[in-house]
């Protein structure tokens, strides 16, 4: 796949052969020698392909291989004419990030975090299939899946300003369980709560540098202030909704002779029958990802208090934000000084929107929204916030995360013989994991530097840094 470079942090695939626009990469002269080996751009290509497609095909910094569309990939169609696609999104619909922030300084943590991270080892379940206290039962589970994160406030884990901090309030409208399986509800009861396993973590860490000092102000972050990450997703039963929907969007596919260069690009028009169903049953899963987010903050919340024998008005742990990044949603931008609607999948990418936006919820619209970038466990993530670069150039889109460079197999052969946990503890964070095999999975070396992929991500102007956190102590599912 030939890239053209257009600026320090821009590449080109020039439309060619069924593309029906060009592909955008955004990446530096040292990552994109990465990109190059990886079969992501590829993707990107092939995603241009796709019917109803309006402006480039994009990828982020974090761009690696994925199911039919490439992690980092954003895509918008026209809602008329264009197509919805379940690898847009992903299997783990609404996988997100939440950030708490607390009046604790690192100096008061640091000397107790290895008994505060096995506390909430011990109190959030983690794991494959993991199952937690919460039991989702008939009326319940149905008010999960079209409440979203209000229906764990309703049920006293919460509180109302954490669903203004939540993106889109934690909800999303026209969602319908009628249209689910069995299997979507089994899955779903018993894991309410839960942090899941592969890449999900709860990391307890601190603020290391602010960039930004007004908008670090504005979403109450301040120099080794003590914050909470929170990365999990939809569980099993976004999984069961996604898995559901390939194989019926494969037959449409089909069906309708909509030509695609890879059967996982399975997709449908948006406004069929097949299309809408696909887009109420990812809601389903979206308001289920956001409650289970939201659910894991009281717990979280309860253990800091208990564990310090602290009030809430002490610690005074408030939501700075919740941002998914695994989502399709019908949203609307100007495209050539005319708003038009677009269905816009990000798929391992974040929402960015400028200082403003009447999204940004009011609290923050005179600095921006907040966007979460999660490192790796050795390292540091980013709080960034969103541009008007992002929303002329990216449909108000940008990175997700560092990135993978290694395969989860590459990464446990690497692994081999070394004592992950060990060689972190060195580096200064405690790290347990309920897989035997997560921490090899997920080790520092298998993701990119993602000092590297923000700093591509600010200099574009897609997004601006606020704030580098650094980690202290990890539990991985």
Known sequence: MKLKKIDPYRWKIERSGKMRTDGIIYSDDAMIEDVKKDNGPVQVANVATLPG?????????????????????????????????????????????RLLRSELQVSEVLPKIKELTMELFHTIPSGVGSAGKLRLRGKDELDVLREGARWAVKNGMGTEADLVHTEDGGRMEGADPKLLSERVFERGRDQMGTLGSGNHFIEVGFVDEIYDEAAANSFGLFTDGVVVQIHSGSRGLGYQICDEFLKRLGRVTLDEGIEIPDRQLACAQIKSAAGRDYL??????????????????????????????????????????????????????????????????????????????????????????????????????????????????????????????????????????????????????????????????????????????????????????????????????
Request: net charge positive; with cysteine; hydrophobic share 40%.
């Open 53 to 97: 497609i309006v402006g480039p095909s994009l990828a982020m910094p974090d761009i690696h291989w994925g199911y039919g569309f490439p992690i980092g990939g954003v895509a918008a169609f026209d809602v008329d004419t264009g197509v919805i696609s379940p690898g847009g999104v992903g299997y783990d619909i609404n996988c997100g990030v």
């Open 280 to 477: 109420s049953a990812m809601a389903c899963a979206a308001n289920y990802a956001w409650a289970n987010r939201q659910a894991m903050s009281s717990f979280i919340r309860d253990v800091f208090e208990r564990f310090f024998r602290a009030s809430p008005k002490d610690l005074r742990m408030s939501l700075v934000y919740d941002v998914c990044h695994n989502i399709a949603r019908i949203e609307r931008h100007e495209i050539d000084g005319k708003e038009r609607e677009l269905c816009v999948h990000r798929k391992g990418a974040t929402r960015a929107l400028p200082p403003g936006h009447r999204l940004v919820p009011e609290v923050y619209r005179g600095v921006g929204q907040p966007i979460l970038i999660p490192g790796d466990m050795g390292t540091a993530s980013y709080v960034l916030v969103g541009t008007e670069g992002a929303l002329k150039e990216t449909f108000g889109s940008t990175c997700h995360g560092a990135g993978r460079v290694m395969s989860r197999n590459q990464a446990k052969r690497e692994a081999r013989g070394r004592s992950i946990a060990r060689e972190l503890m060195d580096g200064g964070v405690f790290v347990t994991a309920r897989g035997k095999t997560s921490l090899a999975e997920e080790m520092p070396e298998a993701y990119k530097d993602v000092d590297s992929v923000v700093e591509v991500a600010h200099n574009a102007g897609i997004s601006k840094k606020v704030a580098r956190l650094k980690p202290i102590g990890v539990m991985k599912g």
